[in-house]
């Protein structure tokens, strides 16, 4: 079982940064990965980007590639959401997601989305507000 821990959202302007970070706790391996998803009101949650526990490869949404960075630190067992140009409508509920199973490495290295369904731990979650 793993256990995460969100931190770092807030309220910030438009064109401004933000990093969020995750703090994992229990067993990880080679064949996981992480995630982060992001949920408005009224909308579904939807996908962010993930990352490779090894080797760090990575996957985004498109409306956030090139603004967001995925990262992890295995030595401190953190994963990082670095975002960037961010922009009203990136204001949501960001959550930190893990994956044991090898289904999100396989989405990553096809070049997939990965999808709610694909993560089997969850965060409590973290508001991010971006005003105009």
């Known amino acids: 079982q793993v256990q995460l821990v969100e931190s770092g959202g807030g309220l910030v302007q438009a064109g401004g940064s933000l990093r969020l970070s995750c703090a994992v706790s229990?067993?990880?391996?080679?064949?996981?990965?992480m995630g982060w998803f992001r949920q408005a009101p009224g909308k579904e949650r939807e996908f962010v980007a993930a990352?490779?526990?090894?080797?760090?490869?990575?996957g985004y949404a498109d409306s956030v590639k090139g603004r967001f960075t995925i990262a992890r630190d295995n030595a401190k067992n953190t994963v990082w959401l670095q975002m960037n140009s961010l922009k009203p409508e990136d204001t949501a509920v960001y959550y930190c997601?893990?994956?044991?199973?090898?289904?999100?490495?396989?989405?990553?290295?096809?070049?997939?989305?990965?999808?709610?369904?694909?993560?089997?731990?969850w965060g409590q979650g973290t508001q991010v507000t971006v005003s105009s």
């Open positions: 990352i490779m526990w090894s080797g760090g490869s990575t």
């Open positions: 229990g067993r990880t391996f080679s064949s996981s990965a």
């Open positions: 997601a893990a994956d044991l199973s090898g289904t999100v490495i396989a989405r990553i290295l096809t070049r997939q989305p990965a999808v709610e369904a694909d993560f089997g731990s």
